[in-house]
């Protein structure tokens, strides 16, 4: 299995970003998908997680302006951003937990800056 993350870029601060993670393999027994996101020179944070039964959680900071979402056909997990700040900037990790393993995406830069 594994985790394909895309969609970062560069941005100004109050622009917006979509981030996709796309799977390849077979995933069985999901039990969350969430996003994660390191800055340079700080230990990784989680952003934001979507369960099997729908139910959806965000970091204090990104609250309001982020939204996850999953198509479950396809087994992909999204993250819309708007509003960025250059708090923001960041690499971002998608992760899947299933009972058996969990997997993490390859990371895409994203970078809020004027």
């Known amino acids: 299995v594994q985790l394909q993350a895309s969609g970062g870029g560069l941005v100004q601060p109050g622009g917006s970003l979509r981030l996709s993670c796309a799977t390849s393999g077979s995933l069985s027994g999901i039990k969350a998908m969430r996003w994660y996101r390191q800055a340079p020179g700080k230990e990784r944070e989680w952003v934001a997680i979507?369960?099997?039964?729908?139910?959806?959680t965000y970091a204090d900071s990104v609250k309001g302006r982020f939204s996850i979402s999953r198509d479950r056909a396809k087994k992909t997990v999204s993250l819309q951003m708007n509003s960025l700040e250059p708090g923001d900037t960041a690499v971002y990790y998608c992760?899947?937990?299933?009972?058996?393993?969990?997997?993490w995406g390859q990371g895409t830069q994203v970078t809020v800056s004027s």
């Open positions: 992760n899947i937990d299933t009972p058996y393993k969990t997997y």
């Open positions: 979507i369960l099997p039964n729908g139910s959806i």
